[in-house]
């Protein structure tokens, strides 16, 4: 299943009218209102009101690109994969941190740790890069295709550069054909994109800590799960 392009090229934003217009409806449009109210039920609950695992996602241990950790998946990496709703994790687990670590680390040295989405050049994400090489080993990780705990273990590792996607998310935005080259192309077509997102992080309040792709994903997530909360 191809989430992300492959291509070289840079891709056009023309390739995304549905999705881009979603996102800035979101972030800066009609939707913003619930957007804001979304980002503070997800991380900041109140008592009494129900709790949402994947608050934690970024949070626990410290992030997984924390200097120290940055360039190898611990097995904080794998556990924090639970509060995304994740758990069969045993033979991912040991193919991980174990059986492909060293190529594992390779690949995460060549993926910048100090850049976010709207500031890296669309080499990052590629054919040729070294993401798109992590990503593809991340998913054979397990024994099974596994697209959905790729995102997920790459965005534990680079919660700035990487965005966490699964179905739910694919569905709310209709499906793209390409994550990246859609949230990629949404950020550098217009710069002020990324603090419209920064200015919704600060007014849903305690979560700066959060990174912008994480709060698109949590904002887009409750769209497509707005009855009862589950981990996510």
């Not at 989430?3 to 217009?21: C, D, I, K, L, M």
């Not at 410290?62 to 097995?75: K, L, N, S």
């Not at 090489?133 to 998913?139: S, T």
């Amino acid at each position: 299943m191809q989430v992300h392009s492959t291509s070289r090229r840079v891709p056009s934003a023309q390739a995304y009218p549905r999705e881009h217009g979603l996102l800035d409806r979101c972030v800066r449009g009609t939707d913003r209102a619930e957007s804001v109210a979304s980002l503070g039920r997800y991380f900041n609950q109140d008592d009494g009101a129900p709790r949402y695992t994947g608050r934690w996602f970024e949070r626990f241990a410290g992030t997984g690109d924390q200097p120290v950790f940055a360039d190898t998946v611990t097995e904080c990496d794998v556990l924090a994969l639970n509060f995304l709703g994740i758990t069969d994790l045993a033979d991912v687990a040991v193919d991980v941190t174990m059986t492909h670590a060293a190529e594992i680390s390779a690949l995460l040295a060549a993926i910048p740790s100090d850049l976010s989405m709207h500031e890296a050049p669309w080499e990052v994400y590629s054919e040729a890069s070294a993401a798109t090489q992590l990503w593809q080993l991340f998913k054979r990780c397990g024994g099974k295709d596994r697209w959905v705990t790729a995102n997920k273990l790459l965005a534990r590792k680079r919660p700035r550069l990487l965005p966490v996607y699964d179905s739910r998310v694919k569905a709310v935005l209709g499906q793209p054909d390409s994550i990246w080259a859609c949230l990629w192309t949404w950020f550098h077509a217009d710069g002020a994109r990324a603090a419209a997102v920064a200015d919704l992080r600060a007014e849903a309040g305690d979560v700066d800590d959060i990174s912008l792709l994480r709060c698109l994903d949590v904002v887009l997530w409750m769209r497509a799960n707005s009855s009862s909360p589950t981990a996510a």
